[in-house]
């Protein structure tokens, strides 16, 4: 039985992969409970092959939930209930394997049924070989997961089981123990967005010809996805409207997808009133001025069929105009092959916003992970060195966040 008590007020749900970690997860257990945190424990098959179900109980107090299929536990607790009974899910150690599962979505076992259900912040301690760590697939995953909204808490750079040096090696329980405390008190200075409404608009949108065929601007969507799940980690209610992408909604994060400018206008209009606007749709700029109900055919040796462009709604202009429901803050961007910022500054006056992002995309910024942008403000033209979009949205986000609410405390810019 769970012990009642003014101090319980707050649990995490711990996952304990596969890794000789595992042996640091129980004196994390031991942490939690002495913090007064509550503590339920799912122990994967390769977990239980470092750690046993008996320690983890006796020390969680709790029963330990090994199997998907476990019809007592279900009776006493459904899967997708355990997934969120408590505050905070936790991974650690996380493996190499959990976390390629959770970055696909998979769900073959109760561990990642659990982060695949769970509407609660997660968690994740990573625990590996360096050269697993350090692989293309690994930092793949970890950029899809940071991107999904999961934080992440080491892994340490030292000597390994394996006999290996490198980073790899899971945080210290300590260490995990702060990060789970600083997340589950989630103290103002490290939300200061609460209580504010953020737009984000994202990826490209499709302008149909005919029922199989579009026109539409290349856009992966990632820097609007990694921007609204930054802005969400600062405490925001994000309204993301979404173009046709490949990507997941980050947590937190209220998605509408969409699929042409005109429906993306729309709904961006039906998520006023907010605080802030932040359009980083690749909007097609016109659209073929009728669609054909009916796939249009090749005529044997006919020319091509005609096709007539119209021009598609300027949200990010038409949201800057001022008016009783125009956000505080409207920020666009720019992206530009060539004389990024003269086109950004007049950009800047032409639509009306407050600010633009203007980056380059001559090289390979359509689709990677890289993002080299300059932030043009009334104030003037910030260059930001070349980051990767995560740290971009992080910091784009910190400036939003200053701009609604004022200066932030130093703690913040630890996020
Ligand atoms: O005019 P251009 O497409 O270069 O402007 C880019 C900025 O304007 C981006 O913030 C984009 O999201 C926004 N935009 C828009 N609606 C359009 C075209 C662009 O919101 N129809």
């Known amino acids: 039985m769970e012990t009642q008590g003014p101090v319980k007020t707050k649990s995490v749900l711990l996952i304990v992969g596969g890794g000789i970690a595992a042996y640091k997860s129980l004196e994390l257990v031991r942490l939690l409970v002495r913090a007064g945190i509550g503590v339920r424990a799912i122990l994967t098959e390769a977990g239980a092959q470092f750690v046993t179900p008996l320690s983890l109980s006796a020390l969680s107090g709790q029963p330990v939930y090994q199997a998907l299929f476990d019809l007592t536990d279900e009776a006493e607790m459904g899967h997708i209930q355990l997934s969120r009974s408590a505050d905070l899910v936790v991974v650690a ?27 609660k912040p997660v968690l994740m ?33 030292g000597a390994m ?20 405390l600083a997340q589950l008190e989630a103290p103002a200075a490290h939300r200061p967005l609460a209580g504010t409404r953020v737009l984000v608009t994202a990826g490209p949108t499709h302008e149909p010809i005919d029922p199989v ?42 998605r509408l997808s969409v699929e042409t400018a005109r429906q993306m206008l729309d709904a961006a209009r039906a998520a006023l009133p907010v605080d802030a606007a932040v359009m980083v749709a ?8 009728t669609t054909e109900a009916r796939k249009v055919k090749k005529g044997e040796g006919a020319a091509p069929p005609p096709l007539t462009l119209e021009e598609n709604p300027d949200i990010l202009a038409t949201l800057s105009r001022p008016g009783p429901d125009r956000p505080r803050l409207v920020v666009g961007f720019a992206a530009e092959t060539n004389d990024v910022i003269p086109h950004a500054v007049a950009k800047r006056a032409r639509k009306g916003c407050d600010w633009i992002v203007a980056n380059d995309v001559s090289g390979d910024v359509m689709g990677g992970d890289a993002n080299a942008v300059s932030l043009v403000t009334a104030d003037g033209v910030e260059t930001w060195p070349s980051l990767p979009k995560d740290e971009v949205a992080r910091r784009l986000a910190l400036r939003i966040a200053e701009a609604l609410v004022g200066p932030l405390s130093g703690t913040a810019e630890s996020l």
């Open 213 to 254: 065929r579009y026109i539409a601007n290349r856009s992966s969507g990632k820097q609007g996805y990694a921007l609204a799940a930054a802005l969400a980690g600062l405490g925001a209610e994000v309204t993301l409207v979404s173009g046709p992408t490949a990507l997941p909604a980050p947590a937190g994060v209220h």
């Open 93 to 119: 150690p996380a493996t190499a394997d959990l976390m390629a599962k959770a970055a696909q979505g998979l769900a073959p076992d109760l561990a990642t049924t659990a982060l695949l259900a769970t509407d």
């Open 161 to 180: 089981a394996c006999g290996e040096f490198g980073p790899g090696r899971m945080a210290e329980p300590e260490a995990i123990l702060a990060a789970i």
């Open 125 to 157: 301690a990573p625990a590996m070989n360096v050269r697993m760590w350090q692989h293309p697939a690994t930092q793949r995953n970890l950029a899809t997961l940071t991107a999904d909204g999961v934080r992440f808490v080491g892994p340490d750079e």
């Open 282 to 289: 690749a909007v097609a700029d016109w659209r073929p001025a």
